[in-house]
């Protein structure tokens, strides 16, 4: 006569099955968790300046860009590292060959020189990028 492992003859086993309930609670969680690292994670590239308000301004999207700020002092920054004339030119041109569609935004302080300001611009120009764009800030965020 065989013998029957685990139980008694007359009861049968009961169908196995995944509960999908928890699954979907933990793949919500893992999406969140996920969303919130990676918005931790963007690093701006730019220097904080104190940026002059337009009522007119609007927000761009700045995906391909190149971030050149102008302090009050005069001194330049390409992302976030000080640099001369001659250094951001080289920089920009090598920049503009890699990207020809690259993006500049020029970040000058409310107490910059006018003029600095336009020797960045003339600066970007003459390594051949067209697309420039100035940082301001709205109206409604002064400090």
Not at 50 to 58: C, D, K, Q, R, S
Not at 114 to 131: K, N, P, T, Y
């Amino acid at each position: 006569m065989p013998v029957k492992l685990g139980g008694s003859a007359g009861q049968s086993h009961p169908e196995a099955r995944i509960e999908i309930i928890p699954l979907i609670d933990i793949m919500f969680f893992l999406l969140a968790a996920f969303m919130l690292v990676s918005l931790c994670m963007v690093n701006l590239k730019s220097v904080k300046v104190n940026l002059p308000t337009a009522t007119t301004g609007a927000p761009d999207s700045k995906h391909d860009f190149v971030s050149i700020s102008v302090e009050k002092s005069g001194m330049i920054y390409f992302d976030k590292k000080p640099v001369g004339p001659s250094e951001l030119v080289m920089a920009l041109t090598g920049t503009h060959k890699v990207n020809p569609n690259v993006r500049v935004f020029i970040s000058g302080d409310v107490e910059a020189r006018h003029g600095d300001v336009i020797h960045v611009l003339d600066l970007v120009r003459s390594a051949g990028i067209e697309r420039v764009g100035f940082e301001i800030r709205p109206v409604s965020d002064q400090p």
